[in-house]
């Protein structure tokens, strides 16, 4: 299942005021439940063989400042991590311009490494996750000046 596939279904259980959903096939699990605020993964499995090259992508969502900014949000739940390796040097700092198929940072979901693209064209301004750690399905990650 896709990144895109996963957000439709989040839309469609904001939209419907569902709380709960589930799907299941051969190679894929997902269960999620919706509080009060954004809906939550509650249990993934991913297919054994990730596909080579398919990321998830973050789409830019202008910020209610007035200042202009823009944020990447993580388009899933998992563990937000700045550098490829921990001897690597970070995708992105504050001050590295961006474009939309820039890689900015990696989440980790079910043991799985997605890359997260910028998809928007800019400048880094503010890093707003610590490396390591835990981050929720929407929660911005960066913010961008656009160009």
Same mark, same amino acid.
């Given at each position: 299942?896709?990144?895109?596939? /996963?957000?439709?279904?989040?839309? +469609?259980?904001?939209?419907?005021? +569902? =709380?709960?959903?589930?799907? #299941?096939?051969?190679?894929? @699990?997902?269960?999620? #439940? %919706?509080?009060?605020? @954004?809906?939550?993964?509650?249990?993934?499995?991913?297919?054994? &063989?990730?596909? &080579?090259?398919?990321? $998830?992508?973050?789409?830019?969502?202008?910020?209610?400042?007035?200042?202009?900014? *823009?944020?990447?949000?993580?388009?899933? *739940?998992? =563990?937000?991590? %700045?550098? $490829?390796?921990?001897?690597?040097?970070?995708?992105?700092?504050?001050?590295?311009?961006?474009?939309?198929?820039?890689?900015?940072?990696? /989440? @980790?979901?079910?043991? *799985?490494?997605?890359?997260?693209?910028?998809? *928007? %064209?800019? !400048? /880094? %301004?503010?890093?707003? !996750?610590?490396?390591a750690t835990? !981050?929720?399905?929407?929660?911005? +990650?960066? +913010?961008v000046e656009?160009?």
């Open positions: 299942m896709e990144i895109k596939e /996963i957000k439709r279904i989040v839309e +469609l259980m904001k939209d419907n005021d +569902l =709380t709960e959903f589930s799907i #299941k096939d051969d190679n894929f @699990e997902l269960a999620m #439940k %919706r509080g009060s605020g @954004e809906p939550q993964v509650v249990y993934a499995t991913a297919p054994a &063989a990730p596909v &080579a090259g398919a990321a $998830p992508v973050a789409a830019a969502i202008p910020v209610d400042e007035d200042d202009g900014l *823009v944020e990447i949000p993580s388009p899933i *739940v998992g =563990t937000f991590y %700045r550098k $490829p390796a921990p001897d690597a040097d970070a995708f992105a700092q504050v001050g590295t311009e961006v474009t939309e198929d820039s890689v900015v940072c990696i /989440i @980790e979901a079910m043991k *799985v490494m997605n890359e997260i693209k910028a998809e *928007v %064209r800019g !400048v /880094i %301004r503010k890093v707003l !996750v610590d490396d835990p !981050v929720q399905y929407g929660q911005p +990650l960066f +913010l656009p160009k």
